[in-house]
Structures are given as structure tokens and as C-alpha cells.
T-cell receptor, first 114, second 113 residues
């Protein structure tokens, strides 16, 4: 069974631009969560989608948004990029989004802002 | 607000040693606790998940325990190998935050041959 796939693996953008990251969950998984990982703050929760609906949201500004499609694939968008948005963005999927199921992570998208 | 702390931040051991990684959390109202491994430049690999009603879980050379009342978990690695070198992260899901994993900063383990 294929794992969680994130594309692209690497991105370089400049301040003020916008970016879209993609995540394909494990087949059959309906919940997709997004996390930001930086050396200073560690891993922080961005949001979770389940059945095309945002079910939970972390403490990030409105520049960070996402969506989920009917096939459970998810995209994350960041507008008006800032230098501090440089990070590894990780996507995780789980079967039903149940609170008692493990989350499975992709290898992430490394975003660098110049 | 839930805070997760992992001590030590880094650990170096010779091959073959048994070792313990520590994780503590401030709010005991958790659904579960999960241990992950992260290799450099990679995503997270789930190692063990302990439900809030469980005391421990085992997988191969790994054993994780959970003491909810004291807000502590340990990950025991038996007979360490160089291939165990990685960063180990613990994360909890709490009643308050719902589906969000709240992570510690991790312990970076180096096992020398």
C-alpha cells in the first residue's frame, strides 16, 4: 500500500508570493492533517480535514488555508509569504480521523522563502 | 494549554546499550500518546500508540509506557543499534485540542558502533 505522498518535495519562493502544497493520503484514509516544522517552534498543527470539511484548526494566521477534495487529497495554500514561513510542511493521514488511530506522515515539502 | 517536554534533547550511546527516552505532558486529559521517529530530511514514522486506558505497548525492541496521572511516558529501546540513530518525538491528543497532535521537541539519539 502506498504511503502518504507530498508534492513537491522542495520549493523556493520569494516574499509576497503564494504557494500551494499537495498531499495524497493513504488509500482509504479520509482524514488529512497539516503540520509546520521549524527548528525553533518544532512541530505545530495547522489544520485537519475530514470528508472535505475543515474539522480542526491550529493557531495560524488566515494566510494559511487548505481544502480537501472528494478523493481525500488535500492542498494547503499560503499567501503573501513571509521569511518566517520557511519550514518543512508535513501532511498526515488517518483512516477515519478517530482520536484513537495512529497518524501516518509523508516526507514533507521543504519550503524556503528568499 | 498542553505542553509536552522531552528530556534529554540529545543522547549518545554505544551500540548494544539499553536506553530510555522521556516524555512529560502537563494536562492529563489525553486520548492517546504516540511515539514517532524522524530521520534527517524525512517525515515521521509512527512507532507506538498508547491509548489513554493502556499502560504500555510493545513492538520488537521498543516498549512504551504511559502514566497518565503523573503526565509521563517513556520509550525503552533494547539493545540499541546504529540504525536506531534518529530523532524521537512524542505527541499527545488531548480532549481540548481534539484531533491535533501536540508534539515535544524531540530527543536526538546517536548510537555509535
Amino acid at each position: 500500500k502506498a504511503g502518504v505522498t507530498q508534492t513537491p518535495r522542495y520549493l523556493i519562493k520569494t516574499r509576497g508570493q503564494q504557494v500551494t502544497l499537495s498531499c495524497s493520503p493513504i488509500s482509504g484514509h479520509r482524514s488529512v492533517s497539516w503540520y509546520q516544522q521549524t527548528p525553533g517552534q518544532g512541530l505545530q498543527f495547522l489544520f485537519e480535514y475530514f470528508s472535505e470539511t475543515q474539522r480542526n484548526k491550529g493557531n495560524f494566521p488566515g494566510r494559511f488555508s487548505g481544502r480537501q477534495f472528494s478523493n481525500s487529497r488535500s492542498e494547503m495554500n499560503v499567501s503573501t509569504l513571509e521569511l518566517g514561513d520557511s519550514a518543512l510542511y508535513l501532511c498526515a493521514s488517518s483512516l477515519e480521523g478517530s482520536l484513537n488511530q495512529p497518524q501516518h506522515f509523508g516526507d514533507g515539502t521543504r519550503l524556503s522563502i528568499l | 494549554k498542553q505542553e509536552v517536554t522531552q528530556i534529554p534533547a540529545a543522547l549518545s550511546v554505544p551500540e548494544g546499550e539499553n536506553l530510555v527516552l522521556n516524555c512529560s505532558f502537563t494536562d492529563s486529559a489525553i486520548y492517546n500518546l504516540q511515539w514517532f521517529r524522524q530521520d534527517p530530511g524525512k517525515g515521521l514514522t509512527s512507532l507506538l500508540l498508547i491509548q489513554s486506558s493502556q499502560r504500555e505497548q510493545t513492538s520488537g525492541r521498543l516498549n512504551a509506557s504511559l502514566d497518565k496521572s503523573s503526565g509521563r511516558s517513556t520509550l525503552y529501546i533494547a539493545a540499541s543499534q546504529p540504525g536506531d540513530s534518529a530523532t524521537y518525538l512524542c505527541a499527545v491528543i488531548t480532549y481540548q485540542a481534539g484531533t491535533a497532535l501536540i508534539f515535544g521537541k524531540g530527543t536526538t539519539l546517536s548510537v555509535s558502533s
